[in-house]
């Protein structure tokens, strides 16, 4: 998928609230490294993970499904395998009605699915990495390539 470097810029820039769809607990998992650094850049991220419901990410208590979020989300982040893609969809239409964007991580894709939420004027990013992303339009990047958000006490 190819998109333009000022609409991913625009998506970040509008973006507040993240549902982060299948977060981990785990610090070296990248749903649990991406969901941090987004909430270092000043994202309120909503933590989604049914095996984690009730604990608390980021300040944010963990919630099993969408329909238990309160108020409006304006990107769901999917950190699932693509056959899942389809139910995380149906449910993010049904329960946000405003709903900005689909955003789908590396190796995430569901044509089908991103159709139907197209359909409904829902913006949909698939295959990419909002943190990669955010690194690379907002110039934080490192020499050595991708900041991963993991630091090493080794040298």
């Not at 405003?98 to 699915?113: K, Y």
């Amino acid at each position: 998928m190819t998109y333009a470097d000022a609409f991913l810029k625009d998506v970040l820039t509008k973006t507040r609230r993240i549902a982060v769809v299948g977060v981990s607990m785990n610090p070296v998992r990248p749903s649990y490294y991406v969901a941090r650094y987004l909430t270092l850049k000043g994202y309120e991220v909503v933590p989604v993970n049914p095996g984690h419901v009730g604990k608390v990410l980021f300040g944010q208590t963990v919630v099993s499904s969408l329909k238990e979020i309160a108020g409006e989300v304006d990107m769901v982040d999917i950190f699932r395998r693509s056959d899942a893609v389809p139910a995380i969809v149906e449910e993010a239409l049904a329960v946000f009605p405003n709903l900005q964007t689909i955003w789908m991580q590396i190796g995430v894709q569901h044509p089908e699915a991103a159709a139907m939420a197209e359909a409904r004027g829902v913006t949909v990013i698939q295959n990419r990495c909002p943190k990669i992303e955010y690194q690379r339009l907002f110039g934080e990047l490192r020499m050595g390539g991708f900041a991963t958000g993991v630091i090493s006490s080794k040298l």
